[in-house]
């Protein structure tokens, strides 16, 4: 509890249940949750009308059987009972459609992975996930990415910064030599 777990009374909409799920992926990481205690531990954050679905979802499928469930699957559940289907299907168009724009990877990965929160179908898996954003992915960085063959997300987002970072550093070095000629140029054309 020291890590301040955020509550969530199911009223918040779509954007807060994402933040309780970022969250709560922290503290699990910062208090060396395990896996299996991991809904149990973030089921306790419930207040509210989220705690008299998540007692009454208990109670259908038994306490056993839903303290068994994986974090993942708790949060597919609560996304499909605290997230109206419209909302859902524009973020799986979004997560569709989504690249990297003007080699800015620090806000892809990011809206990447708020939205591989909320749309469990299109990327299920683990793999399908590193699929997934090594395919938004600028061309000339993709097939190095690919390469790699990187089997978790985090090893395909480490590969990608590395080689995004080498990709800006040689444009600036192009810029850097480029704008030397143009002023040698223009010292020339003085004399």
């Known amino acids: 509890m020291k890590c301040q777990p955020l509550n969530f009374k199911g ?25 299996k205690y991991q809904v149990k531990y973030a089921t306790c954050t419930l207040l509210n009308s ?20 994986s974090w993942r699957e708790l949060m ?8 109206p289907r419209n909302e859902i299907e524009k973020m799986e ?10 080699n800015d990877l620090a806000a892809y990965t990011q809206r990447f992975q708020e939205l591989t929160m909320m749309c469990t179908k299109i990327v299920p898996e683990e793999e399908d996930r590193v699929e997934k954003f090594i395919g938004g992915l600028p061309n000339n960085i993709q097939g190095n990415v690919i390469a790699a063959e990187p089997t978790r997300l985090q090893d395909a ?35």
């Open 50 to 69: 989220a705690l008299i679905w998540w007692n009454s979802h208990k109670r259908t499928i038994g306490a056993e059987a839903a303290f068994a469930m």
């Open 76 to 83: 597919k559940l609560m996304t499909e009972v605290y997230c």
């Open 11 to 35: 009223t918040e909409g779509v954007v807060e249940l994402i933040r309780w799920f970022e969250k709560m992926e922290i503290v699990f990481h910062i208090s060396n949750c395990p896996e």
């Open 157 to 191: 987002v480490r590969i990608a910064k590395n080689l995004m970072d080498q990709k800006l550093k040689g444009y600036a070095v192009k810029n850097t030599k480029n704008k030397q000629r143009l002023e040698i140029n223009q010292r020339d054309n003085r004399g």
């Open 93 to 102: 168009s979004e997560l569709w459609n989504l690249t990297v724009k003007n």
